[in-house]
């Protein structure tokens, strides 16, 4: 298992350092001012969006529970990076034959935050709204396959992190069950005063 | 703060490119989905084309622009989700003042059926304000 990773890990990360401007564009892709910021401006539309009103609460539903997701993830990365014993990223594992080309982060490699928010931030909103949810996946993936191939994880760092959101979308699944008629409420108060 | 990504300036750059690329949005959804009362234009495809140009604009002048080196730690998590917060709620406040401003002159109408459901509807034919204000005349009742 360990043996596939680093060698998909190397693979894709062996394309990079050879095209600058490729290099360059990647680099903006995978970090996290563009497409995290991207992804939450795009919620911002869909809560505004909707043919209806029945429509719109469903988008607005999915806006909740995509967040709350991201942060659920967020949480479970940070209790993981307590629990399990540090990985080390690819450029410290092997400092002579990673191409790096970001900052070297500090925290473990294992699981990989970006992919964990990024992917819940699509799934939560694919639970209410399948056809958003997938487009909102493919800034996700980009971010994945970035965070690769700039060298700061390794594969299996980014399905860890798929995991915990898929996890975490499930708890929030669960939770927006239970707390339907306060979010209900919360709701038709943001109805009142005309921010839902 | 140490260090440029660290600084304040920093963190006014950020601040300004997400508040543009929200009031941007806002705009191409006020055109979108005629939301009149919050629209900066009478005419939509202004409405598009602002937003579109805002957005666009302000993404270019942020990665190209600011000296930003992504080689360079930028924000830890927490501060940036504030920061993205402070300035999608101050965006938020500025598209309502300024097009309830701008639209100050329009005609308030009431669909017979308006309902305390309807939320956001309104603003295709109230600005904010009118409506935030009909709301509080009315002990928050509408």
């Known amino acids: 298992m360990k043996h596939a990773d680093e060698t998909v890990f190397f693979w894709i990360n062996g394309l990079s350092d050879h095209v600058s401007w490729i290099d360059e564009i990647i680099r903006t892709l995978s970090c996290d001012l563009f497409l995290p910021v991207v992804m939450i401006i795009a919620l911002i539309a869909v809560w505004f969006s909707g043919r209806n009103i029945a429509d719109r609460t469903k988008n607005q539903y999915g806006v909740i529970c995509s967040l709350a997701s991201m942060g659920i993830a967020n949480l479970l990365v940070f209790i993981c990076n307590g629990v399990l014993p540090d990985r080390l990223r690819p450029f410290e594992a092997f400092p002579d034959k990673v191409n790096l080309i970001f900052y070297p982060p500090t925290d473990p490699s294992f699981p990989s935050n970006a992919a964990a928010a990024s992917f819940a931030l699509a799934i939560g909103l694919w639970v209410y709204n399948r056809k958003l949810g997938y487009i909102l996946s493919i800034p996700a993936i980009i971010i994945s396959f970035g965070r690769v191939y700039i060298g700061v994880h390794y594969p299996l760092d980014i399905l860890g992190g798929l995991a915990l959101a898929i996890l975490a979308t499930g708890i929030v699944m669960v939770v927006i069950k239970l707390c339907r008629p306060v979010l209900d409420r919360l709701l038709n108060l943001m109805r009142k005063i005309y921010l839902a | ?142």
């Open chain 2, 1 to 142: 703060m140490d260090g440029y990504v660290g600084s304040w300036s920093f963190v006014a750059e950020y601040c300004v490119y997400v508040f543009i690329a929200v009031i941007g949005l806002m705009q191409i959804i006020a055109a979108k989905w005629e939301l009149r009362g919050i629209a900066f234009f009478h005419a939509k495809k202004w409405g598009y084309t602002f937003g579109s140009v805002a957005i666009a604009g302000v993404f270019i002048w942020f990665f190209g622009f600011t000296g930003l080196d992504l080689k360079e730690p930028t924000f830890d998590t927490p501060p940036q989700l504030l920061w993205l917060a402070v300035s999608v709620v101050l965006a938020l406040l500025v598209t309502f003042g300024v097009s309830s401003f701008v639209n100050r002159n329009m005609k308030p109408t009431a669909e017979p059926d308006e309902t305390q459901r309807d939320g956001i509807e309104v603003l295709k034919r109230k600005t904010y304000w009118q409506s935030i204000a009909r709301f509080f005349d009315k002990g928050g009742t509408r």
